[in-house]
């Protein structure tokens, strides 16, 4: 309701707003105004995971959301490289291809699926040569980088075609030039 939302406060990330692609889909996450315990907010790099129902989806916090609070539904995990010899972005990585399965498989509840923390602490993440970690690293930014202009271009794409209808294929046309379409 208008009572719990804002227009300019944080962003509120269930997970329901997380994609299979470990991504954060920014179109339908709510924002909340700034009264929550800094133990809800989340970091770039943080692991975000479902508690209940949606067992097995795995988010990774990006500089888009940096401060954003996460419901009580939302489990989040905080790797820390120097001591664990991860990267944050290759264990969600891990997460979501084979943790996922030990996720589903050790979650408990009869009527709806719950993960605990103790549970998700027991997943062991093999720590693997530091530059494959890297790779992967390097790789999975890369597709977020192409995710992210797929997008724009297809908003662009989009208001070519209503500029079209509008007014016509020139000014359509000098649009998209403006927009540097990639």
């Given at each position: 309701s208008n009572k719990y939302t804002t227009d300019d406060g944080k962003f509120y990330i269930r997970s329901v707003d997380i994609t299979n692609r470990l991504?954060?889909?920014g179109k339908s996450?709510?924002?909340t105004p700034n009264n929550f315990s800094e133990k809800f907010e989340v970091q770039e790099g943080d692991i975000l995971t479902s508690r209940v129902?949606?067992?097995?989806?795995?988010?990774?916090?990006?500089?888009e959301f940096i401060g954003s609070i996460i419901s009580d539904n939302t489990l989040r995990i905080r790797i820390k490289p120097n001591v664990t010899n991860l990267l944050p972005l290759y264990c969600a990585f891990y997460l979501s291809i084979v943790g996922l399965n030990f996720m589903k498989r050790l979650s408990r509840g009869s009527v709806q699926q719950r993960l605990n923390q103790t549970t998700l602490k027991s997943i062991n993440i093999p720590v693997i040569d530091a530059s494959i970690q890297i790779n992967i690293d390097k790789l999975l930014k890369a597709s977020f980088a192409s995710v992210s202009i797929s997008k724009k271009n297809l908003e662009n794409a989009k208001r070519a075609v209503e500029i079209f209808i509008e007014q016509d294929e020139n000014e359509a046309l000098k649009y998209l030039s403006c927009q540097q379409i990639k």
């Open positions: 991504l954060i889909d996450i709510l924002k129902g949606s067992i097995g989806t795995v988010g990774y916090v990006t500089e």
